[in-house]
């Protein structure tokens, strides 16, 4: 049997489709945890590379996003552009944005050496291992940016 999950992160949809058992999807509880900011890179004129360090997030999945609270009444999210297992820092690629007061905040105001709260990773939109020899077929939309 086929089945196929729609993932709706950050405003972007995202299609998962695969054949084989129907994949049972939980809801993670929301925690914070603190992150250090470790480096800012420009990458363009309008998209930021934050690198932050957090010790009690050690495991992510590519495709997973984290929720960055910048205070009590204002959380985005922002998908992780780190790679699982290779990069030590999580990477957070952020583009400036005229009407958005959080992306305004990372580019404006946000300094290495800063501590942040963030959510751990979350979003079932990777690829299991099950079955290497499964065909699948995966559809993304936009960049995240």
């Known amino acids: 049997m086929i089945y196929g999950y729609l993932f709706h992160v950050n405003h972007r949809y995202a299609l998962f489709m695969r054949k084989g058992p129907k994949?049972?999807?939980?809801?993670?509880?929301?925690?914070?945890?603190?992150?250090?900011?470790?480096r800012i890179e420009k990458l363009n004129s309008e998209t930021i590379c934050v690198r932050l360090s957090c010790p009690a997030i050690t495991h992510y999945k590519a495709g997973q996003?984290?929720?960055?609270?910048?205070?009590?009444?204002?959380?985005r999210s922002?998908?992780?552009?780190?790679?699982?297992?290779?990069?030590?820092?999580?990477?957070?690629?952020i583009r400036k944005s005229a009407s958005g007061g959080v992306s305004r905040w990372f580019h404006e105001e946000l300094a290495?050496?800063?501590?942040?709260?963030i959510g751990p990773p979350q979003g079932s939109c990777f690829y299991l291992p099950v079955d290497i020899d499964q065909p699948i077929l995966m559809i993304g939309t936009g960049s995240g940016l």
């Not at 994949?23 to 470790?38: G, H, K, M, T």
């Not at 996003?65 to 959380?75: D, G, I, K, S």
């Open 23 to 38: 994949l049972e999807l939980s809801r993670a509880r929301i925690d914070r945890f603190i992150a250090n900011v470790e």
């Open 65 to 75: 996003y984290l929720q960055v609270f910048v205070n009590e009444q204002t959380v």
């Open 78 to 93: 922002y998908s992780l552009a780190s790679s699982p297992g290779i990069d030590e820092e999580l990477h957070l690629h």
């Open 112 to 117: 290495v050496g800063d501590a942040i709260h």
